[in-house]
């Protein structure tokens, strides 16, 4: 049977390709957050601290899978020995060595980097809705905030202490990981499905708080919308639980080969630490794009449509200087014919003409 076609996401040069366009977006809108901070005259707080760490993890990620795609241990198919007739299960290769090393790596940075993420949205939404101390929002938040710390403990500890601290079991091969380490992966699949059901809840906080706001309708689908765009790293970690638990527990096989499927695992787990920061970080750099791109725009069209409102204007101006060329003309016609009419006639026309001497000198003082 030929070997299944590898999915875009094991392909050493899609994974190079995330990991350097993930780095440089999360240390770029990191930086942008803090520059937003000090145009706002705003000190920096817990919400915009925490990104620093968060970033830095995923560059940690993305270094380390670059590594193992330059040595050929991540995004390639497991390299088999000339001679070998033993279950691959049993083989130990410096290949299969270093990418479990990456692979477990990888899962004690991941906790950590989520746990910012999380933490720096719980304290984001503190800094907008919290209004009083010790009050239901803010008891909500801080519960919220120590329940992930915990989360991030309990998984972190588990990753380190999973073969107890016969470590070098880790690195061996996937049979010698199974007989002396707990059973790694039912301990993937709960991080998954606690990390997608955190994330989910995270991004459904604000949403009622904001429904209960003094705002027009239009203003609160604008604000929702602008908290949903955390929306991004919950996609990012459904996709990561699907194929996890698909492949290990149901019937979704998506490579015969163990190393592309530790690859396909650590793809997405980078996927969601970038688009974390990056979707963590949109509602304050927000204020950017308005000052620096929207309000500029808005501004410019307005300034064209009044230079040519300006230009409508001035040409209607010129039509009132020939007016007044029409009504003094008619003034010396009605001048003429005043010598047959009554007296109170000619007063009547003599109003007529102060009355559009008037409206002329304002006319003449436009132009």
């Not at 193992?68 to 279950?87: E, L």
């Not at 929306?231 to 459904?238: A, H, K, N, R, T």
């Not at 307005?302 to 039509?319: C, E, N, T």
């Not at 009605?334 to 026309?349: H, N, T």
Request: some cysteine; aromatic content about 10%; glycine content about 6%.
């Amino acid at each position: 049977m030929a070997p299944m076609k590898p999915y875009y996401y094991m392909q050493p040069d899609n994974i190079i390709a995330a990991a350097v366009a993930l780095s440089l977006l999360d240390i770029i809108v990191v930086a942008l957050r803090f520059w937003t901070r000090k145009i706002q005259r705003q000190p920096p707080k817990a919400d915009d601290w925490l990104m620093v760490p968060a970033a830095l993890l995923t560059v940690g990620v993305a270094i380390s899978q670059i590594y193992g795609v330059s040595k050929r241990s991540i995004g390639y198919r497991t390299d088999i020995p000339p001679g070998y007739t033993g279950s691959v299960d049993e083989l130990v290769t410096p290949q299969i060595t270093l990418k479990s090393q990456i692979e477990w790596a990888f899962f004690l940075m991941l906790p950590i980097a989520l746990c910012c993420i999380k933490t720096s949205f719980l304290c984001f939404y503190r800094r907008v809705f919290s209004v009083q101390k010790r009050d239901t929002v803010d008891i909500l938040l801080k519960g919220s905030i120590v329940f992930v710390v915990l989360w991030t403990i309990a998984f972190f500890f588990a990753v380190l202490f999973q073969c107890g601290t016969q470590f070098w079991a880790i690195w061996n091969s996937e049979a010698e990981l199974k007989r002396r380490c707990t059973n790694t992966i039912n301990m993937i699949i709960t991080l998954c499905i606690t990390d997608f059901i955190t994330d989910l809840v995270i991004i459904i906080i604000p949403i009622p708080l904001v429904l209960r706001l003094n705002l027009n309708t239009t203003k609160k689908i604008g604000v929702c919308a602008m908290f949903l765009l955390g929306g991004g790293i919950l996609v990012s970690s459904l996709v990561r639980f699907v194929l996890m638990a698909g492949s290990f527990m149901g019937g979704l096989n998506i490579t015969d080969d163990n190393i592309l499927g530790v690859s396909a695992c650590l793809y997405w787990g980078m996927v969601e630490c970038g688009v974390g920061v990056f979707a963590a970080c949109l509602p304050t750099i927000q204020y950017l794009v308005r000052k620096f791109v929207f309000e500029p725009v808005v501004s410019s069209a307005k300034s064209i449509f009044s230079s040519r409102s300006s230009r409508h204007s001035s040409d209607f101006r010129r039509d009132g200087v020939h007016i007044e060329k029409t009504v003094d003309v008619s003034y010396k016609e009605l001048k003429d014919d005043c010598l047959a009419r009554p007296e109170s006639s000619v007063i009547a026309e003599r109003v007529t003409d102060h009355t559009y001497d008037v409206r002329d000198e304002r006319v003449g003082a436009f132009v």
